[in-house]
């Protein structure tokens, strides 16, 4: 069964209006958005990594049929960097080590800006 998490922009001081995913295992972080035709705008996908890198936290986009806002955060939380990543590019990789990704529907590039730091809360199935 799949954990939803509430997202708080801790910076910002406001709770983002969607949830997100929660994916830790390598076949859901391998899948991630693979093959779906949208996203909902009140939902995203938190790609649970390992340690922080550069390589570990990218991301391709083939057969991923639409934009998506793109959020790489450090082991504390703090996004590192951002993009919106555009469907079938070959490979979307953070500017500095990250740990974590967030994959959300484009606004959330509104919503949130490197430094910002962010907290994940459990939320009712």
């Not at 001081?13 to 899948?31: G, N, Q, T, V, Y």
């Not at 991630?32 to 922080?52: H, K, N, S, V, Y």
């Not at 079938?88 to 967030?102: C, E, G, K, M």
Request: glycine letters at 6%; proline letters at 7%.
């Amino acid at each position: 069964m799949a954990q939803w998490l509430s997202v708080f922009n801790e910076t910002q001081e406001k709770m983002l209006p969607f949830k997100a995913r929660r994916c830790r295992s390598f076949f859901c972080r391998l899948r991630g958005l693979t093959f779906r035709r949208r996203i909902g705008p009140d939902e995203a996908l938190l790609l649970l990594g390992g340690r922080e890198s550069r390589l570990e936290t990218a991301i391709h986009m083939l057969f991923v049929f639409f934009p998506i806002a793109t959020v790489w955060l450090d082991r504390d939380g703090r996004v590192v960097d951002t993009c919106l990543a555009r469907p079938f590019r070959l490979f979307y990789a953070p500017q500095s080590p990250a740990r974590d990704v967030l994959e959300g529907p484009p606004p959330l590039l509104d919503w949130v800006r490197e430094g910002d730091r962010l907290c994940f809360e459990n939320e009712a199935s």
